[in-house]
């Protein structure tokens, strides 16, 4: 099975503040990858997928991007933090079209001050 | 597009007893329901998951079932333990490498 990797673990910015998480995968080659937001104690927000470099689907208009710039690479962007972009990010990969199943990251916990 | 509701939202049990949780999917072709255990401050970890093709899947204390004609599935724990204490997330999807649809959580509580 596929190991997701995420970094950093925790983040303290400030409003106003750029941001740029980063989720990397191991194990499996051209996987589909998934950006999830999850506010405390709250179910999982799908924000971002992709099913290849360079291409990202957005789920829902916000103060956030993302990029995969190589196969295995998945990027969560910001150009100006807002309060509530607070939460826990979870990165998320899937192997492709054959198979269902996600793996989750260990998730970085945001807080926007 | 596909929505899963997910029943309780908390549940509190006595060590040793079972707990149930339900989940109902809306999209007749949904066809893999995966559930997962979130520790706090953890990421999601998959613990069972059940097709389409199979009406019960079981693994040690854990079962889930799927009713395809009604469009439910449920995830049993047998024998609780205090390390089941977790929040707990259903999930849909309708076709390998498409999105999961996920139901908004059980909060489970073991009671020593």
């Known amino acids: 099975s596929q190991t997701i990797h995420q970094w950093p673990a925790t983040l303290v910015q400030p409003v106003g503040s750029p941001l740029s998480l980063e989720c990397t995968v191991e194990?499996?080659?051209?996987?589909?990858l998934y950006w999830y937001r999850q506010a405390a104690g709250r179910g999982l927000q799908l924000l971002f997928y992709s099913v290849g470099i360079g291409q990202i689907s957005s789920e829902v208009p916000q103060n956030l991007s993302a990029s995969r710039p190589q196969d295995r690479q998945f990027i969560l962007s910001s150009k100006k933090l807002l309060l509530s972009d607070s939460g826990f990010y979870l990165c998320?990969?899937?192997?492709?079209?054959?198979?269902?199943?996600?793996?989750f990251g260990p998730g970085t916990r945001l807080t926007v001050l | 597009g596909e929505n899963v509701e997910q029943h309780p939202s908390t549940l509190s049990v006595q060590e040793g007893d079972s707990a149930v949780i339900k989940c109902t999917y809306s999209?007749?072709?949904?066809?893999?329901f995966p559930w997962y255990k979130q520790e706090l401050g953890k990421g999601p970890q998959l613990i069972i998951d059940?097709?389409?093709?199979?009406g019960e899947k079981k693994d040690q204390r854990i079962a889930v079932t799927l009713n395809k004609t009604a469009k439910h599935f449920s995830l049993h724990i047998t024998e609780t333990q205090p390390e089941d204490s977790a929040v707990y997330f259903c999930a849909a999807s309708k076709k390998p490498g498409y999105k999961l649809s996920f139901g908004a959580g059980t909060t489970v509580t073991v009671r020593a």
């Open positions: 194990g499996t080659s051209n996987p589909n």
């Open positions: 999209d007749s072709a949904s066809n893999y």
């Open positions: 059940i097709r389409s093709n199979v």
């Open positions: 998320a990969g899937q192997d492709g079209f054959s198979t269902d199943t996600q793996y």
